[in-house]
């Protein structure tokens, strides 16, 4: 079986984070993530420090990707709008 690289977006999120904990050894994972540290540390994970907003910085990131998962949304907390 030939390991495929995978791109999650959102990996800080809840979702995102319960993902993460669960992926197989089997595939190269890269995760994009608006905070810097490394919350799980496993061999085949890489954190990639960004936004979705920066459009250059994603098209260089997923070249040679081979799957996409999408969890990246912005959030907003209605308990303290006015």
Known sequence: MTKK???ITG??????KR???NLS???EYFILTR???NFI????????????EDLA???QQVKN???IVHLAAEISDESKMD
């Open 25 to 27: 050894d089997d595939n």
């Open 35 to 37: 905070k810097a540290e």
């Open 5 to 7: 690289r995978i791109f």
């Open 65 to 67: 990707i081979d799957i």
């Open 11 to 16: 990996g800080s999120g809840f979702i995102g």
């Open 41 to 52: 540390s496993k061999s085949n994970l890489t954190f990639v420090k960004g936004a979705l």
């Open 19 to 21: 993902l993460i904990e």
């Open 57 to 59: 910085n994603i098209s």
